[in-house]
């Protein structure tokens, strides 16, 4: 609808934004960082300085000079300049009470200790300290500015039985609440080649991993818009949830991270995954497209994103021990190891790794609406509309259940 395509300009433009003002505020603390260290590198430290001071607590004052002062250029010794003199050794020439100026200026110099240097330390500490913060700072908002998600509002969560709120922002609905857990739980398998299987797949942020699984439908089984059945949710967790705003109701919720607090993902052992029921007989050609996510170090694409919540995971009936289980292996080709899952895994960046989970002991849960066809946050990863839209006709046909979260939809 164009209620719709309106609202998805205003947030890409918002994303563009908020990126351009990381970029300010980075390249700001690098500067600023920069000119701190180059003024802490020009204020000497207290070994490079030391300052000296002349006596005046004496009736008969001392004359202070350095040995290098050319004192025939003087007629007098009242015109020899005393204001400040600097000597690197810390001593000064002392001349002799009583004589004339003539004779002052023949005596050979006697050497006195000066007082203590005062040293500068204060100044130049501050400066490097500042400047140091300033570029660390800086640093980690460049940092940002490449690799991080836009921060997104707070939704506010969804209104009593029979209630649906207004369609908003996709991404103002990041940050929202914890949903209803729907398991996709299978008995053990003995397949025929033909039987439909539930899977699932995870490797980063699960928006643009959704968007790779929705065109492999299309192009390897032939499916419909109302025949897609791949879905963002979570997976790999030992833990679930209950809202707090209906007592009585199951603990049975998992969920994105919300300013509820409610039963988050995240906490409760959880990773992003895409679950789809497919042909077993397909199971090793969606494997392949599963790969293709890697880059060549058998990282996931989006490193900017860390923690157990993104690590790289495979749901299969049966985990290890599927009959689909090598098609998945042929797949991998070395590319990563493939390991047991035990729950609670942490994060595979760096570690060429995929966990792989019995979905009967680990099933999948399905996520927010407001997930759903979601564009992806790396370059090149905003959809089309047709692509977006697909969570309208998913959720008013049933397909796309409501999950009890904080969301863009309450309960039908």
């Not at 919300?258 to 042909?279: C, T, W």
Request: proline residues 7%.
């Amino acid at each position: 609808s164009k209620k719709w395509s309106r609202t998805k300009q205003t947030t890409r433009k918002k994303r563009d934004a908020h990126k351009i003002g990381e970029w300010l505020k980075a390249g700001l603390l690098l500067t600023t960082g920069v000119v701190l260290l180059v003024c802490a590198s020009t204020i000497s430290t207290p070994q490079q300085i030391e300052t000296v001071l002349f006596s005046t607590s004496s009736l008969k004052p001392t004359l202070h000079v350095a040995p290098s002062l050319d004192l025939g250029s003087f007629s007098d010794v009242t015109s020899i300049p005393t204001t400040r003199i600097v000597h690197a050794a810390g001593v000064a020439p002392v001349v002799a009470d009583g004589a004339s100026p003539q004779q002052r200026l023949s005596q050979p110099p006697k050497l006195a200790q000066l007082p203590t240097p005062i040293p500068l330390t204060a100044p130049w500490a501050l400066a490097t300290l500042l400047g140091g913060l300033a570029t660390l700072i800086g640093i980690l908002s460049l940092r940002t500015a490449l690799l991080h998600r836009s921060p997104q509002p707070r939704v506010a969560l969804a209104a009593t039985s029979g209630h649906r709120t207004s369609p908003i922002d996709r991404r103002t609905a990041l940050l929202s609440g914890v949903g209803m857990a729907l398991s996709l739980r299978q008995p053990a398998p003995a397949l025929a080649a033909d039987e439909l299987v539930d899977v699932y797949f995870g490797v980063g942020c699960f928006w643009h991993v959704q968007h790779e699984f929705v065109e492999a439908e299309r192009r390897i089984l032939g499916r419909k818009d109302d025949e897609l059945t791949a879905y963002a949710g979570y997976a790999g967790g030992t833990k679930l949830g209950r809202s707090p705003t209906r007592p009585g109701s199951a603990e049975n919720l998992v969920c994105y991270h919300n300013f509820q607090q409610i039963a988050d993902y995240g906490r409760l052992g959880h990773g992003e995954a895409v679950g789809m029921k497919i042909p077993a007989s397909k199971v090793e050609d969606f494997a392949a497209e599963y790969f293709k996510l890697f880059d060549r170090g058998g990282d996931r694409p989006d490193k900017g994103d860390r923690g157990g919540e993104y690590r790289s995971m495979i749901g299969l009936p049966g985990g290890v021990s599927s009959p689909l289980f090598p098609a998945i292996e042929r797949q991998a080709n070395g590319l990563v190891e493939l390991k047991a899952g035990m729950g609670d895994d942490g994060d595979t960046l760096g570690r060429k790794l995929v966990w792989v989970y019995d979905t009967a002991d680990f099933p999948f849960h399905i996520g927010e609406v407001y997930h759903q066809y979601h564009d992806g946050f790396m370059p090149g990863e905003n959809y089309p509309d047709s692509y977006n839209n697909l969570k309208k006709g998913a959720f008013k046909d049933g397909r796309l259940p409501w999950s009890g979260c904080p969301d863009i939809v309450g309960e039908a």
